[in-house]
């Protein structure tokens, strides 16, 4: 009796978060969706070719996006594990948790588009450009979040060593960066920035846009489905995750 | 004077007490007894601050431990499975670190007589490493006479230990109690000592 | 306060009790600046204009060497949990604790390293100025990697962990170490270099013991 108690109280926002997030779902998919095609067409159709950089450039419509989505979400994710730490609220962790693969793959996406984009460019698929470097540093930053939550069978002490090391690397990225980029500088290495194209029309910065708006929705969506599986995967001992319609037929 | 109110503990899904209650007077000590995985450690650590309750409170002198913090560790002495002796220093360094850690003076002369009690005098100056299972024991012990505490924890202090050393330590618990000291403390064996509480769990 | 000396004095004492891991560090990072010129080829110019960001790397990952070891020995034998009950706060002995790390590791690194830039042709005032980055840059790699040691101990393969979580964190630290060296190599003020290594060393003096504590606290619960 008493364990079913402590769980109702103590557990109170993962189950309410859970219909919540399943309720949202849809919309961020159909929002995402959208975004999508219109991002793409004008990335295609309605950008002009650029006049230097010829058709290759339109890899910047994915590649910037993800790059900034890949910085934002730690910043998101160690700002869930500040308030984890703060606040000992166990919804914060698992929202860490599920940000951290979603991050982790904008980071790759960038610099996998990073190097499509480089090989024309530069004329390597790899430079070592203030900007790629520090993508490359914070994508060892995700995988290593990703692999101390996993080697941590509590979990609790995960969410917590997890909101530590994230805490830590917040405060680290922007030292690493700008050191990276005084690095960069003083070794004068290749310094061509896809943002300084001096023919910056006004529908690539538009389609740009709505891309980051399509890769938002997507990382809502996806974090918000993650979230759930984390949240039944934990919970699943309780109560109202037993009571649940979707746990009820599965069991059948 | 130590009161817990309402202790609950989690441990990996598993509950394993809740709503316990207890209260200790200077001059008592609590046998705490279970069986193996029953949350006697965890009780422990949880009392010692070591650790925090999943649900409850424990108070000293009627304040919360949480607030009290290194005040309350003042008054703590806690003894756990692992001796927090180190095999590649002697006895005599072990003891002195012991009580430097702890804030407490200890002179030469003390920590030799707290040695010796303990049948380690000859050996003080021998490495750790080289002592039996049951001597390294009575290192660990040794900081009992050693440190002037209110309050002890002791997690199975009987372990390992023969029958001469057996009641050494029983006479140190009834001395400190019978100082107006408390005392805790888990083990299998029954332990010959007066008036003592007892707590199933 | 006396408990930080005497946690300092003790892990001295423990250092030089097994000597060997003190030892085994020192000769790794003898022996990795020694394996490049036999990687590289044993062209002078060459060499010196390396030579910096060798010795850096190679202080870095002697550094790794012994880092899962600074917590673990102390977890295991219950000395830890006896700090977390000391009347001392223990930030105060986890600072004294990574001070030690540091005296033990750091230092040796720190006085052997002229030494092995002088098989790399630098100049007098090159050497100098690694001496001196060296010093600032040995007790940030000990401060941040007693966060990563912290955050790994007792779990499943921590050594490995370990590094993937610290090396991304050592970027700065090596880029103005070995920049400082190089500046100087090139003919320049390694200033800048140097007063950055400082500031680093002056944040992560304030903050490191602190997330040591708490990660060390979430191991010990």
Known sequence: ?252 | MLTATALSCVRGERLLFAGLDLALKPGEWLHVQGENGAGKTSLLRILAGLSPPAAGEVRWQGEPIRTLAEEYRRHLLFLGHHGAVKEELTPLENLSFAAELDGAALSEAEALAALSRFGLRGREDLAVRFLSAGQKRRVLLARLAVRKATLWILDEPFTALDVKAVELLSNLIVEHVRGGGICILTSHQSIPLPNGKVLKI | MKAVIAIIRRDLLLAMRRKSEVLTALFFFIIVTSLFPLGIGPEPALLKKIAPGILWVAALLATMLGLSRLFAPDHADGTLEQMALSPTPLGLLIAGKITAHWLTTGLPLVLLAPVLGIQFDLDTEALGILVLALLLGTPLLSLIGAIGAALTLGVRGGGVLLSLLVLPLYVPTLIFGAGAVEMVVSGLSAAGHLSLLAALLAVAVFFAPWATTAALRIALE
């Open chain 1, 1 to 252: 009796m008493s364990n079913r108690l402590i769980n109702w109280f103590k557990f109170a926002s993962p189950q309410s978060f859970y219909p919540l997030a399943g309720k949202m779902i849809p919309w961020f998919w159909a929002l995402a969706a959208i975004f999508l095609i219109v991002g793409l067409y004008i990335s295609f159709f309605v950008a002009p070719t650029d006049a230097t950089q010829g058709e290759g450039y339109r890899v910047i419509f994915v590649h910037v996006p993800a790059a900034w989505m890949s910085m934002f979400l730690y910043c998101v994710m160690a700002g869930w594990a500040g308030i984890g730490l703060a606040l000992n609220t166990r919804l914060s962790g698992m929202m860490a948790q599920a940000i951290a693969p979603t991050g982790a793959l904008m980071a790759f996406l960038s610099l996998w588009t990073g190097a499509f984009w480089g090989k024309p460019m530069w004329g390597a698929w790899w430079v070592w450009d203030a900007r790629l470097t520090s993508a490359l540093i914070l994508f060892f930053l995700y995988i290593g979040f990703i692999a101390l939550q996993a080697a941590i069978d509590d979990a609790r002490r995960a969410d917590k060593a997890g909101a530590i090391l994230a805490l830590v690397g917040v405060v680290n990225v922007p030292i690493i960066y700008f050191s990276v980029k005084w690095w960069n500088t003083l070794h004068q290495g290749a310094s061509v920035s896809i943002m300084k194209s001096p023919t910056m029309a006004t529908t690539m910065l538009w389609g740009m846009l709505i891309m980051a708006l399509a890769f938002w929705m997507y990382s809502i969506a996806v974090i918000l489905t993650r979230v759930r599986a984390i949240i039944l995967e934990r919970e699943a001992h309780t109560e109202w995750v037993k009571a649940l319609p979707e746990v009820r037929g599965e069991s059948r």
